[in-house]
């Protein structure tokens, strides 16, 4: 299947599934023509999650996210609102570029905002792993420890590996972020301390700038 191609995974035709869906396209066509052209309408769903490309009514719960000094404790500040919405226009960006991104993840049993998780393509040469795809997830915190990050994380995994045909993923963060690095293990990554890097955009003395790198081949992927 191409990137490029409409997909929906759940196990049954669900009233929710298909409403988001319509009102997904409802506002992708709200968009100018050129961004609809590319923007592909593709939605992930698990049991419990629905992943997403980013819509209008996304931003204030995503902003409050990324306003969260918990939620951004592993990141080098927290955003302004401003900051948030510049955010989703690159990740729009994204989508429409590569057929893909980190999606806007919302509960199905009551449409609550959870956050956002997905894959991207990593192309700065300045990380020593470039170019590469990485899994990340980022979620509010009403929504910590309940088993979402690596449900949702495990669909988009999927969606790389058996629709886009990819080889490997990666994931990375800073050395402290040990719920992190718990995610990565329990979706079966694997960390090479020789693959440990200083992550190229932050100062040199920041606390934050020594990150660990996973990796997770298309073969060891348990599906």
Request: charged share 25%; aromatic share 10%.
């Amino acid at each position: 299947m191409r990137p490029e191609s409409a997909a929906l995974y759940t196990k049954a035709g669900s009233l929710s599934t298909f409403l988001w869906r319509l009102f997904w396209i409802a506002d992708a066509l709200s968009q100018p023509l050129a961004v609809r052209k590319k923007e592909p309408i593709m939605i992930l769903a698990t049991p419990r999650l629905l992943l997403a490309p980013w819509t209008e009514r996304d931003l204030a719960p995503f902003a409050a996210l990324n306003a969260d000094p918990e939620v951004m404790r592993y990141f080098p500040k927290t955003m302004t609102a401003e900051e948030s919405n510049a955010l989703v226009d690159r990740l729009r960006g994204m989508w429409a570029d590569h057929g893909y991104g980190l999606a806007a993840v919302r509960r199905r049993e009551d449409d609550a905002f959870v956050g956002m998780v997905g894959i991207q393509k990593v192309l700065n040469p300045a990380y020593p792993f470039a170019p590469a795809v990485e899994v990340g997830w980022r979620l509010a915190k009403a929504f910590w420890r309940q088993g979402y990050a690596s449900e949702a994380a495990r669909a988009a995994l999927a969606h790389g590996f058996d629709v886009l045909g990819l080889a490997e993923i990666v994931a990375f963060t800073a050395v402290p972020n040990l719920p992190s690095q718990a995610v990565m293990t329990c979706l079966g990554m694997t960390r090479d301390p020789a693959d440990d890097f200083l992550h190229p955009l932050l100062p040199e003395e920041h606390p934050l700038r020594p990150h660990v790198l996973y990796r997770l081949k298309r073969d060891d992927f348990q599906r």
